[in-house]
C-alpha cells in the first residue's frame, strides 16, 4: 500500500475585531491577539481515493459553512463530499463563525466567515500542489496533565480542579514522515477539553501552542 500525503498551513487570524466563541462575560468585541490561528488541510491518496482532512483554530464547525465548502472543493477538485472532514481544536478564544448560538456567545462576521472559506480553499490548493509518499509510525504513551474540571463544595458544583476523579491520560501519537525520513506531519490524540482562558483576546490555546512546540 502506497500512501501519500500533502499538507498545508494557512493564517486564519481575523484582521478585524470580531467577536470570541464560548463564554456569555466576554461582552466586547476583541483585537488583541495572543497567537494566531491557523486551518491545517491535509490530503490523503491512497489507492486512487482522496480524503481530505481540515482542521481549524475554532470552537466548530457550522453546518450550513461546512457544507459550502463540501460543494466548493467537490466542484473544484473532483473529491467526493463524503471524503471531505472538517475537524475544530475547540478554541474558547477563536471568532465566532455561526449564527446558530446565542448571541451572548458571540456574534458572527460574516466577512471573516467570507475570509475563512477562502482561506480554506487556499489551504487545499497549497496542499494538493505538494503531495509525495509517506510513511506512518504509531506512538502510545500516557500524559499526566489532564484534571477534572469540576467539583462539589459548599454544596455547589463548580469550576475548579477535582483531582479525586479519574481521566483518560491515553496518548496517542500518528507520524508521517517522507523516503528521506523528513517528518511530513504528526497527528496527536488527548482527550481534554483544551480550554485554558477566558480572557477576550484571540487565542489557539493549549492545542495551538502544543502543535506549535511539537
Known sequence: MILKLGTSKVDITPTVPVGLAGFVHRKEKTTEVYNELYVKTFVFRNDGKVIVLIIADLIWWDSTIVEQLRGDIETKYAVPRVHICFHATHTHSGPQISERFSEKLGKSCQNYVAYLESQVMTSIQEAMEQIEEVHVEFGKGTSDIGVYRRKKKNGRIQMMPNESVPVNDD????????????????????????????????????????????
Open 171 to 214: 496518548l496517542t501519537v500518528i507520524r508521517f514522515s517522507t523516503d528521506k525520513g523528513n517528518e511530513k506531519a504528526m497527528f496527536i490524540h488527548f482527550s481534554c477539553h483544551p480550554t485554558t482562558t477566558d480572557v477576550n483576546v484571540i487565542s489557539s490555546e493549549y492545542t495551538g501552542v502544543c502543535c506549535e512546540e511539537i
